[in-house]
């Protein structure tokens, strides 16, 4: 068994509410479950994810995986999600590197719009 937990982002707006991403991998038969109010298009990211691993040719792991959006509360739609979902798709696999971009930190950090 083993947890794995990444920062990432929202979007409510205009806002961008912190949203943590924590997998569980635990034994069972294979089976990937998305919990924590996804919409369609996060529901979804487990075949996206899946396809992308597989053709990088890196192995999905044959096990059972919860998938965990915090916070509960609050609605999470689109692709936004697929790159942290990846990352800790198997924490043995994941780099440094590779956790940085799923942070979403670094990939969605513009400056601010001045305005004159």
């Known amino acids: 068994m083993s947890l794995a937990l990444v920062h990432s ?12 991403i924590e997998v569980f991998l635990s034994g069972g038969l294979p089976h990937t479950q998305i919990v924590g109010l996804p919409a369609a298009a996060v529901r979804e990211s487990r075949d996206r ?9 890196f192995e999905f792991p044959q096990r059972r995986i ?6 509960a509360d609050l609605p999470k739609e689109g692709g936004r999600f697929d790159l942290a979902i990846m990352s800790t798709s198997d924490p043995k696999r994941t780099s440094t590197r590779y956790t940085e971009l799923a942070r ?6 513009q400056e601010p719009l001045a305005i004159h």
Do not use: Y
């Open 66 to 71: 919860t998938i965990n959006l915090a916070p």
């Open 9 to 20: 982002r929202a979007r409510a707006g205009v806002k961008a509410p912190a949203v943590r």
């Open 104 to 109: 979403g930190t670094k990939l969605h950090k």
């Open 49 to 57: 994810v899946r396809a992308a691993l597989i053709c990088a040719r």
